[in-house]
């Protein structure tokens, strides 16, 4: 208390001053409309920038938060889009629309890899989902790219996934622009490239052609991406040539598990 009266006493001309000049100042703003709608714009202007600052900051820590919530968007859409997808592939083949007891084909659970293998012959990754997440053997596992591999094992709470990196995968895939298809598999010798092979010989291929899943089995639907084709005149006796992925599989986080509802029944008539 005593240094706040001593300073006071010091420098009582200069906040005399200073009170004055923020007297006249208020006053000036509060009667000329001009001065008062600068002051005010430039407050307004301060202030939003001192806003934004903090609403980056923030933004920046919610990262974690916003990612699960597109994730989950994600995961809304596609399992909206299956459904949509099935209805109208019913439609079309119905000559009664009323007598169509509409059904979803496919549902997609949104997981996350916890341990990925890709410098093996025989490479695995282990997902946070399980039983208890209606996770079974043999589901598709794709991510925003494309496809990832199928369940091969779950316990309550985890599954373990055989990558597309594993010399027992074989997957039915076929040229995007065609309905020309091979049996997908891999050679351990580089994560990046997958084989693709039995292609029918007249099949046209050509550098850069999409190859997308088959849809010729009850675990992968017809239409998620693989990679694009690296060679096309040089095609082995067994008619096999190199896809390059979408993935890189060293370096995937966020997955889908797509459960197909009528698999058990086509495992069945099959």
Partial sequence: MQQLIYFIQKYKYFLYVLLLLLISFSLTINNHSFHKSKFISSANSIVGNIYNKQNNISSYLDLNVKNQELIEENLRLRNELSKLSF?????????????IKYK??????????????????????????????????????????????????????YARVRSILNRNSKINARFKNSFYFGTLSWDAKDYNI???????????????????????????PEGIPIGVVLNSSDKTVDNTI??????DMSNVGAIYIIKNFHKQEIKNLE
């Fill in 194 to 220: 997958v084989q693709l092979n039995d292609i029918p010989r007249q099949a046209s291929v050509n550098i850069g052609d999409t190859i997308i899943t088959g849809g010729k089995s009850a675990i992968f």
């Fill in 104 to 157: 979803q084909k496919f549902n997609y659970i949104n997981g996350k890899v916890l341990k990925n293998e890709y410098t093996k012959p025989y490479n695995f990754l282990t997902i946070n989902r399980g039983n208890k997440h209606s996770i079974t053997t043999e589901m598709a596992v794709i991510n925003s790219k494309g496809i990832i591999g199928i369940t091969d094992a779950t316990s309550n709470s």
């Fill in 87 to 99: 209805n109208l592939d019913s439609i079309s083949l119905s000559t009664s629309v009323d007598s």
């Fill in 242 to 247: 190199n896809i390059k992925l979408f993935n």
